[in-house]
């Protein structure tokens, strides 16, 4: 298990491999490829010889360039049959790793074979003079780099990127701002200065003279497709069972988290009837008299006949593992369920089992409830500015947004004076332009946003620690795709979201299950900073290194803590973010 690492540089690009912790495993004379130890799949090298006769299908974008490609990647196939099947006679051989057949896809056709390609991925070839980058479509795996000292380094690893010692970097105040707006950073700052995140769907090509250029080879398109609300049922149904069955581990037990919501019932479901082995299902409670989903997570285990188990995550274990859980994540995630997420892929992990599937993806993909606060908006909306729906959407998120000026210090505030508004992040997505309807501008949104930079990134960092691969089949392509051709009437029919899904399994789970309302999993994270947690935040927020970092005001956090005013339940949402970014910056060691 592994992450991997790439440099394009003149200055010993072998030695910088080595500078960040890695092992070389091919050098050229400006490339170096290489392994690093930690949670991940990273394999390679893999090469491709190129033909001269096919060269220009590999060299479209840099005719300069030539020679045989060499890669490696964190490399997940999930149609590894069909771009087979695509290559023909120029395929590797059957046994090889997946990387090396999407390397193949590339070098045979270009980024057309890196869009036909259904998986999780993060690749990096040395092509030529350059250094090609290549992000999944959704962005299941991440991807990174920075430039210093004349030269390029990359990894899937934020913490490897920030050993290396060419590189000076920093806090980056403006992603300070965007993490407490969004709980996660929505798009390619991290809170490391000069170090950047390839966004999905994306090719990003570093040249050695320190330019680059970015391809997009994969963009959801709207589509006015006028069939039938049950065919577009069935169609929706057919593509369903085809994701999860191409995620579901050949010959081997798989996991389903189930939550008891439409979205994880319907994997499970799909997945009891379309697998040949033991399905095994897991479900989490707080413990005491907090709510929870367990009736209706043991109802649809007993349907769908699987072997379940309920997890308990007692405050106190959270407040005795936050800290590890953080450190995991390359970019900080303001979600109270990273901690029970974590020890659900151990007790998933300690079954034996090394595919886990879950539900995720329907909100972003079909129109979940918190779509409902814009669309609301949009009703009453006076204001014709085009940014005026992005700075709506920004107050929706209900986080801290609304409260910057009295939680940043006043020095920090002055900093981040000539930074670009947050709205410049949502409106190229919000706008009238490829997608018509308000609707699926919002689902936009948000698969570019949450999905990419929060949802799926969470979940791999946290069920690869496990060592498990974490597969989310709401978030395949062609269900992606189909959702853009679904009108929105039949996404949001009256006050009924996710309609068009919930018709295409309506007969594989119970009618309490489909037509249940959307409850969310009720954390009791105001429970948890009144009680396990509430010296560990007291300690943190207000202690040496805080206060020497300066980001807070310190009457703020002191009057959240002690819950002054109207302690409103997203209050303790509020102090989890900052909690969480205090976390994060000690585990990355970033300084004032």
């Known amino acids: 298990m592994s992450r991997w690492c790439a440099f394009l540089t003149p200055d010993d690009p072998a030695g910088q491999v080595r500078a960040v912790g890695g092992r070389p495993v091919a050098v050229a004379s400006r490339h170096a490829l290489g392994l690093l130890d930690g949670p991940g799949v990273a394999a390679g090298p893999f090469s491709v010889r190129i033909q001269p006769s096919r060269g220009d299908q590999v060299v479209r974008g840099d005719r300069s360039a030539r020679g045989d490609l060499t890669a490696v990647g964190e490399v997940t196939l999930f149609n590894a049959a069909h771009l087979r099947a695509r290559l023909g006679a120029d395929a590797p051989p059957p046994d090889c790793a997946d990387g090396e057949l999407l390397l193949h896809c590339y070098a045979r056709f270009g980024l057309d074979g890196i869009a036909a390609a259904d998986g999780m991925f993060a690749l990096a070839i040395a092509d030529g003079a350059d250094l090609v980058l290549l992000r999944d479509h959704v962005g299941t795996r991440t991807l990174f780099h920075a430039w210093a000292g004349g030269g390029w380094a990359a990894s899937t690893s934020l913490r490897a990127l920030q050993r290396w010692p060419a590189l000076r970097t920093g806090l980056h105040l403006p992603a300070v701002r965007s993490f407490l707006t969004f709980a996660y950073l929505p798009g390619r700052e991290t809170l490391l200065r000069g170090i950047h995140e390839v966004l999905p769907g994306r090719c990003v090509r570093l040249h050695g003279d320190g330019s680059m250029t970015e391809q997009t080879y994969w963009e959801p398109i709207e589509v006015d497709d006028p069939r039938s609300a049950v065919e577009h049922a069935l169609a929706l149904r057919a593509l369903l069972e085809d994701a999860v069955a191409r995620r579901l581990p050949a010959g081997a037990p798989v996991g389903v988290l189930l939550s008891g919501g439409i979205d994880s019932s319907l994997v499970t479901a799909l997945s009891a009837k379309l697998h040949d082995q033991t399905v095994r299902s897991y479900s989490i409670s707080f413990g005491g008299t907090t709510p929870n989903e367990l009736a209706y997570s043991g109802l649809v285990a007993a349907h769908c006949n699987t072997e379940h188990r309920v997890l308990t995550v007692p405050g106190e274990t959270v407040a005795a593992r936050l800290a590890e859980t953080v450190s995991l994540l390359d970019c900080p995630v303001g979600d109270p369920l990273t901690v029970p997420n974590l020890m659900l892929a151990e007790a998933v992990a300690a079954d034996g089992i090394r595919v886990v599937l879950n539900g995720e993806g329907g909100d972003p993909v079909f129109g ?54 947050l709205t410049d992040l949502l409106a190229p997505y919000l706008r009238q332009g490829p997608m018509t ?49 679904v009108q929105p009437k039949f996404k ?80 303790g949402g509020k102090l989890w973010l900052v909690l969480s970014l205090e976390l994060w910056l000690r585990s990355f060691e970033v300084g004032p």
């Open 492 to 571: 949001l029919a009256g006050t009924s979201e996710k309609w068009i899904l919930k018709q295409a399994v309506r007969d594989l789970l119970p009618p309490t299950i489909v037509d249940r309302p959307k409850s969310g999993m009720r954390v009791p994270v105001q429970q948890w900073l009144s009680g396990p947690l509430r010296e560990l935040g007291h300690d943190l927020l207000l202690g040496k290194s805080a206060r020497a970092r300066g980001l807070f005001r310190e009457d703020t956090i002191r009057a959240w803590l002690r819950g002054d005013g109207a302690l409103l339940p997203r209050q």
């Open 437 to 485: 309807s308000l609707l699926n501008q919002l689902l936009h949104t948000n698969l570019r946003t949450k999905g990419a930079h929060h949802i799926l990134t969470k979940v791999e960092r946290l069920t690869a620690a496990s060592g498990l691969e974490g597969r989310a089949p709401l978030f395949d392509r062609a269900v992606i795709d189909h959702a853009f051709r």
């Open 368 to 421: 979940g409830p918190k779509n409902l606060p814009m669309l609301i908006f949009e009703l009453f909306r006076d204001d014709p500015d085009p940014d005026a729906r992005a700075a709506a959407y920004l107050d929706s998120y209900r986080k801290c947004y609304g409260d910057l000026p009295v939680l940043l210090s006043p020095e920090v505030l002055t900093a981040l004076g000539d930074a670009p508004p």
